[in-house]
């Protein structure tokens, strides 16, 4: 039934799944791997969306991976930098050649008797079905579905006689010059279109319901580009990661242990750039703590500078119905708009919504607690990478494909065929896989795995204390049951 296997099936071709084929060559030179892209091309996220200055929101040498120096003198990345820099680093590390385009995994069966996974595969466009087989199945293809992104239903949408756009499906023919826009939602999407829109547009609003908090951030690392002039280009990279890392996690910590004081900065820096006149607490003061749900970043204050030319602005207020001419909201107040951007969030799922059988058995994810954010309770040989919510996603994403790859060596050079992380009763925790207040996460909090009231059954969201875990933790002794 199989045409091929191999020792590693490595699901996604994003920036996740370019450096678990990078750590798989490092510590398993002589295993076989494939990597299974259901789209055309590379780079996931960084190659699907295509709305106006669709960009990073975190800075290059964090997202970036640990082993490939991001090169560009801008921070924070466009998207199309970030893409050709994915393509470049895989062809840089031969590592484009593992992949097999056009394979959307629907399925894996696990087979206790055989050790291995059995993985149904659709070829596109003919759906022809292949089936490949591992003994080992690493998931990067992120949390979202690719096809479609989440729009709530309006009342009246069918109304509007112009256009209504989710981000996620923008067409790249799109003309929006001299058109009045409206863009539903106030997260980093909606952050990024504003000032990417704002020079063409007659108009564009942002309409939110609530707030979300928005901080400026140097668009070049100006301590990184002068380093670079000096220092070896790999040295340069490290320090500055460091920095940003330790940045970055000292800014969390604030928000966490002082939120009081980080509103404050927050809103002394957004004065700055408004002016003391500026309605700060209607339109840019959540009523939650910093990091409860994740910060915007304005790269130069870029956000900011929309808002201050007339071109943009910002309404707090709920839709009540679509009209012909726009939208009508709860308040009464009416706006006008020719294309209307629904920025509203993604459709989430579990582990590239795979269906997973083991021995016959249909798995619920539901069921499962996490073990050190990478693997799953009493599910065989069977890996993900999930990144960041506060911070990078590539830095959880480069230490759990670096842990996977440790652990197959583990299990080669000790003749191991299956490894089962075994959870010896740790209560389930009330935490949710991901720990945000963000509605789109709220919408899927029942389908994805739990976590446990402990380590390393509860997932860090801390760079330093995941070193710890999955780099230097032993292999042996741990929870994980061998055979």
């Not at 668009?219 to 220092?231: A, P, Q």
């Not at 207040?437 to 059954?457: C, E, H, L, N």
């Amino acid at each position: 039934m199989a045409t091929e296997h191999f020792d590693l099936l490595i699901v996604g071709a994003g920036i996740s799944g370019i450096g678990a084929g990078y750590f798989m060559q490092k510590e398993n030179p002589s295993k076989t791997f494939a990597i299974l892209e259901g789209r055309e091309s590379m780079g996931g996220t960084w190659d699907l969306f295509q709305y106006p200055g669709i960009r990073s929101d975190s800075d290059m040498h964090t997202l970036g991976f640990s082993f490939s120096p991001w090169k560009n003198p801008k921070a924070i990345a466009d998207g199309p930098s970030i893409l050709s820099y994915i393509k470049e680093t895989a062809k840089n590390f031969d590592i484009e050649q593992h992949i097999k385009y056009q394979s959307f995994v629907k399925s894996a069966a696990w087979s206790t008797e055989n050790s291995q996974w059995t993985v149904e595969v659709q070829l596109r466009p003919s759906e022809e079905t292949l089936f490949y087989t591992c003994n080992f199945l690493y998931l990067c293809s992120g949390y979202y579905k690719y096809d479609k992104g989440y729009t709530p239903s309006f009342d009246g949408q069918d109304k509007f006689k112009g256009q209504v756009i989710h981000p996620q499906l923008w067409p790249t023919d799109l003309d929006y010059s001299g058109k009045k826009v409206v863009v539903i939602g106030s997260g980093a999407t909606a952050v990024t279109l504003v000032p990417s829109m704002a020079e063409k547009v007659s108009h564009i609003t942002m309409l939110q319901r609530s707030p979300t908090y928005i901080v400026g951030f140097p668009e070049k690392d100006v301590i990184s580009n002068t380093l670079g002039k000096i220092l070896p280009q790999k040295l340069n990279y490290d320090i500055t990661r460091w920095k940003n890392v330790c940045l970055a996690i000292s800014i969390f910590q604030l928000s966490q242990r002082q939120p009081k004081v980080m509103k404050k900065l927050i809103n002394k820096y957004i004065t700055y750039e408004l002016g003391p006149d500026y309605d700060i607490d209607t339109h840019l003061t959540p009523d939650y703590n910093p990091w409860d749900e994740r910060m915007c970043l304005a790269p130069d204050g870029d956000f900011f500078k929309a808002l201050k030319s007339g071109k943009a602005d910002i309404v707090t207020d709920h839709i009540d119905t679509f009209t012909e001419k726009g939208i009508r909201l709860k308040s009464g107040k009416e706006l006008d708009a020719d294309i209307i951007v629904t920025a509203t969030g993604l459709n989430m799922v579990p582990l590239g919504d795979v269906k997973f059988t083991l021995d016959d058995v249909p798995l619920n994810l539901a069921d499962k607690m996490v073990y050190k954010g990478v693997m799953l309770q009493d599910v065989p040989n069977l890996g993900f990478a999930m990144g960041y919510t506060n911070a990078s996603w590539t830095l959880k994403a480069d230490l759990a494909s670096e842990y996977i790859s440790r652990l197959l060596k583990h299990m080669s050079d000790n003749n191991h065929k299956q490894c089962i992380p075994n959870n010896n009763g740790v209560p389930v925790s009330d935490l949710p896989f991901f720990d945000l207040k963000a509605g789109y996460i709220s919408r899927a909090k029942d389908i994805f795995p739990k976590q446990g009231i402990t380590a390393p059954w509860k997932m860090n969201q801390n760079y330093l204390a995941d070193i710890k875990s999955l780099r230097y933790s032993s292999l042996e002794k741990s929870d994980i049951v061998y055979s």
